[in-house]
Structure formats: structure tokens, C-alpha cells
């Protein structure tokens, strides 16, 4: 009896480790794929090519062709992240439930641990570790991104085929508000190179 329940501790012991292994990792992905997703959306083509003079930089022209598809290469990122906060929840969830905690408990407890996870690991540290240099950031992580997007790939390009096909009849319906668009646009440039000196008051007018 006395060994049985020796099992039976040792068992509830690994059940632990290996619950709290499985939350590491899944910190540690999360982390990682949220801080590709903010450095790839900050970085630029011009910045990126700079990295093709640094005999260092070996993915560099590889980062740049992803960079020409950047709304399908983040459609992949988001796909994985939203699969691993699934994920997350799920798993917390059941563990709530392996520790007999009441249903009714166990959901807030849930949302609770998922939107503190969210706001730490999916937010605030990604931008601490990806915003000052999104460019080493990428080529750090680029093989975890061109994984990624290989993996979902066939998917990604799906979805973004079905979005444009409905953008390209938003466009059809109004040409008029695009062109509105595009003069804003072109203000906002003007603008912006009036306030940093580029462009001189008269230039900005012509």
C-alpha cells in the first residue's frame, strides 16, 4: 500500500514537471513567433537591404523575398500564434480540471491567466526585444519564420487569395474614395518632409 502510494506521488510529480515543461515551452514559442510578428512588421525593404552588404547577414536576401509577400508571411505568423493561444487555453484549462477545480472556477481562472499571458508574452516583451533592432531580430529568428511560413504557406495563401478577391470588389464599388486615398497619402508624405526639412515650404506646394 505504502509503495502504491509512493507511485502514485511520484506519478502526481511528473504530471507537474511535466505540466510546467509544457508551459515553458509554450511561453517561450509564444514569445518568439509574437516577437517575428513585430519585427516584421516594423522592418522595411530599405533597411533590409542593407543587410545584403553584411557578409554576416547569409538570410538576408531570403528575408527580402519574404518581405515582397509581407501580407501573406504575416498572415502565416498570426495563424501560428492564434494556434498556440488556442492551444494555451485549452491546456490551462485542463489543468484546472485534472486539479478537480469547479467549472465555474475554473473558466475565469482561465481568461484570467490567458489575458495576463497575453498582455506580458504576446505584447509587452515582444516590442521590448523587437522594436529598437526589428532587423537582427529577423535574421536571429529566421529560420523559426520561414518554418512558419513554409508549414502554412497553402493556407496563408488561400485566405489571402478569398481577401482579395472581396477587396477587389470594394474597389470596383468605390474607385473614387482610392483616389481620395491616394491624395491623402501623398499629402502625409509632403507633410512629413516639410517637418523634418527635406522639402522647402514652396516645394511642398508645387
Avoid at 545584403?52 to 519574404?66: E, Q, T, V
Avoid at 484570467?112 to 526589428?134: C, S
Avoid at 537582427?136 to 489571402?160: D, E, G, K, Q, T
Amino acid at each position: 500500500w505504502n509503495a502504491g502510494c509512493g507511485g502514485g506521488s511520484i506519478v502526481k510529480a511528473m504530471l507537474s514537471g511535466t505540466e510546467l515543461l509544457i508551459a515553458l515551452l509554450f511561453v517561450v514559442a509564444l514569445v518568439l513567433m509574437s516577437s517575428i510578428d513585430v519585427a516584421f512588421g516594423a522592418v522595411n525593404k530599405i533597411s533590409a537591404r542593407r543587410l545584403l552588404d553584411s557578409p554576416k547577414a547569409k538570410s538576408a536576401p531570403f528575408l527580402i523575398d519574404l518581405l515582397e509577400i509581407r501580407a501573406e508571411v504575416s498572415m502565416s505568423i498570426h495563424i501560428v500564434i492564434q494556434m498556440l493561444l488556442v492551444a494555451g487555453s485549452v491546456f490551462l484549462f485542463a489543468a484546472f480540471g485534472r486539479r478537480n477545480i469547479p467549472y465555474l472556477a475554473g473558466m475565469p481562472g482561465t481568461i484570467a491567466v490567458m489575458v495576463l499571458i497575453i498582455l506580458l508574452f504576446r505584447h509587452f516583451v515582444p516590442r521590448i526585444i523587437a522594436t529598437r533592432n526589428p532587423e537582427i531580430v529577423l535574421l536571429r529568428l529566421f529560420p523559426v519564420l520561414r518554418l512558419a511560413h513554409l508549414l502554412l504557406h497553402p493556407f496563408s495563401r488561400l485566405v489571402m487569395g478569398m481577401l482579395n478577391y472581396f477587396h477587389s470588389w470594394d474597389q470596383e464599388m468605390e474607385p473614387a474614395r482610392e483616389e481620395e486615398t491616394s491624395e491623402e497619402e501623398i499629402q502625409a508624405f509632403i507633410d512629413a518632409g516639410q517637418e523634418e526639412g527635406i522639402l522647402e515650404s514652396e516645394e511642398g506646394e508645387m
